[in-house]
């Protein structure tokens, strides 16, 4: 199917998604919406950025439309779960823009925001409800929402929330829902125990995949570079310099080391904005408008922000350390190369990492290419060299003593800056940087970022 005209959905609906500028469905939403539209529970496999919200939107909208009427007081009738509350968010955006101009009401819930607010909110009935498991529980718990005319679950990255432990969570809200109902599971792995919760909630349900479990986009480049720990804060620098005006998005594992790195960069002249669990609701959301704005140029996250943060412009991606669950590094990487674009996706390893390399590539089943760095001595290198796209690639590189190779440019004979150990880092990373006061190759190791 080439066109949304041919897969059933609702004329409001259409002119919305005319309005918004989408016109071909993506292989998920053509496979998925019409049998949504069918009312079918259906499994949804898909990875990041191919348009899953749009799959299970714009047919639960449409269903809603059709079978009209108007929740009552405190009352839900389409529910969506998501991990995070950037996710949640993006979610409340597009599910609004799609019900613009019809009777649809959106409402959203998520933590660190008034549960108050919410609460008095929720008293005059929703038709879709946007919410993060862990504060619709708090809300349920106060007998403050119904769910018991829920005819949609929608339950999205669900392979996340089982991830963050949220499987209770999902145990719980499930006795507050009607068993008769649509439900819609959409993901971009499959671990075991999804196909548990997949037998739990979904009846007879279609299963829809559209690419191999742990796959990431054949549009993002993706090499790593190997890299001794206290030396990956210059490197850091040394590649988003070298890209000036570009967004990059780079994932620390620690809250505390994704501020500290963040404040670090911005010492050294970057513009830089860090989201993590210790920021606040308001200052998360300030700081993803920044950088959507292009206002920012660098966001350091930790894990909250793999899912969820859909900014189409998002050029690199830096894995700044890498993730204990090798799944999430398809999330992460899926970052860039949105809506059909390009990306590049570097993973700094430190020979402490090797383990969550190997893990990475066995989870994606593919080997990554090495684009700088030493090899660990007992690491099977992966020959360097012009990659593809995929599951292996970046272009050509040579190996740096110390651990802190030369970051490669992307293509066009750009040449990258000297290794950190021969020049001050930092500021000097990108010709158009400012050189800043101190040099931050000669800190203590203790002012250096986890």
């Given amino acids: 199917m080439s066109n949304f005209e041919s897969l059933g959905l609702a004329p409001d609906v259409l002119k919305n998604i005319a309005k918004i500028g989408l016109t071909t469905p993506t292989p998920i939403q053509a496979e998925a919406i019409p049998e949504i539209v069918k009312g079918r529970d259906l499994l949804g496999l898909a990875q990041t950025g191919t348009g899953k919200t749009a799959a299970f939107g714009l047919p639960m909208i449409t269903r809603l ?256 350390d890498l993730p204990n669950v090798p799944e999430n590094y398809v999330h992460r990487i899926g970052r860039t190369a949105r809506a059909g674009k390009d990306g590049r996706a570097v993973a700094f390893c430190a020979p402490a990492e090797l383990g969550e390399l190997r893990a990475i590539e066995k989870a994606m089943k593919a080997e990554i290419p090495v684009i700088g760095g030493e090899v660990p001595e007992g690491a099977a290198p992966t020959p360097k060299g012009r990659g593809q796209r995929g599951g292996g690639r970046p272009g050509p590189s040579r190996s740096q003593g110390g651990g802190t190779g030369r970051p490669q440019g992307n293509g066009g004979g750009q040449r990258g800056p000297k290794p950190a150990a021969a020049k001050p880092a930092g500021g000097e990373a990108s010709p158009s940087r400012k050189r800043p006061a101190r040099r931050p190759s000669r800190r203590p190791k203790s002012q250096q970022p986890a």
């Fill in 65 to 320: 439309l059709k079978h009209g009427g108007k929740p009552g007081p405190k009352q839900v009738r389409a529910l969506i779960l998501a991990p995070t509350r950037e996710l949640a968010t993006q979610i409340s955006d597009n599910i609004t823009a799609y019900a613009d101009g019809t009777p649809i009401r959106v409402f959203r819930i998520v933590g660190g925001a008034s549960v108050n607010a919410q609460i008095e909110r929720l008293k005059r009935g929703v038709d879709v409800l946007i919410a993060t498991p862990g504060r619709l529980i708090d809300i349920l718990d106060r007998n403050s929402v119904d769910l018991t005319k829920a005819e949609y679950l929608v339950l999205d990255e669900a392979d996340q929330m089982l991830d963050i432990g949220f499987i209770h969570a999902l145990r719980r809200i499930a006795r507050y829902l009607p068993r008769t109902r649509q439900t819609l599971l959409f993901s971009a792995t499959m671990p075991k125990l999804m196909e548990e919760l997949a037998d739990t909630y979904l009846t007879e349900p279609v299963r829809v995949a559209v690419n191999p479990p742990g796959k990431a986009a054949d549009k993002i480049e993706q090499g790593v570079h190997y890299v001794n720990q206290g030396d990956k804060a210059k490197l850091l620098a040394e590649y988003v310099g070298k890209h000036p005006g570009e967004l990059a998005v780079v994932f620390g594992r620690t809250k505390h080391g994704s501020e500290k790195l963040s404040r670090l960069m911005e010492s050294w002249g970057f513009s830089v904005a860090a989201i993590h669990g210790n920021k606040s609701q308001n200052q998360r959301e300030r700081a993803l408008a920044a950088f959507r704005a292009g206002e920012i140029e660098v966001l350091i996250a930790t894990d909250v922000a793999a899912r969820g943060l859909d900014i189409p412009d998002v050029k690199h991606v830096y894995n700044f």
